[in-house]
């Protein structure tokens, strides 16, 4: 099986627990990752105004067919041709009429730079995670994290939410 991970980055403990980073939701509640112990979480970091906006479509059906051991989370982001421009309130809305999201969506964060929230800290640095490094490269970048808050993989942009390469991990 391709994996995106280096052979070269051998997988270790991670150095904190995913469970323990602290998150909200996009209408501010916080969100507590341990509630999703036991299941899938796949990380997604979206946009309005992007070329891949239309895999809230996908994102959904994945979610549907899967929700009952799979939790996605979509995490909004304007670092990428300031695509994500919205409020919470008009995120929320051309989410919901759109593409009819169910799945849970976070305040908007950098999942990049010097201000890179602490959750795409742990996704992307070996250190935190155990895995593998990696660089959030665009909009729709997934990450698929175990049902015991291991990295299992991440996925770039092209990859659709629906493709083998992560529904194998899930069935």
Known sequence: MFSLFSSSQPK?????????????????????????KNKYILFVNVASKCGFTGQYEDLQKLYDIYKDKLMIIG????????????????IQTFCRQNYGVSFLMTEKMDVKGT?????????????KNGSSSSTVKWNFQKYLVGKKGEL????????????SKITNHIK
């Open 75 to 90: 995490v909004p982001c304007n670092q990428f041709g300031a695509q994500e421009p919205g409020t919470a309130n008009e």
């Open 152 to 163: 299992i993989d991440y996925y770039y942009s092209v990859t659709n939410p629906m493709s």
């Open 12 to 36: 270790t403990d991670p150095t904190e627990s995913i469970y323990n980073i602290k998150i909200n939701a996009l209408n501010g509640d916080p969100i507590n990752l341990s509630d999703y």
């Open 115 to 127: 201000n890179q929230h602490p959750l795409y800290q742990w996704l992307t640095k070996q250190e």
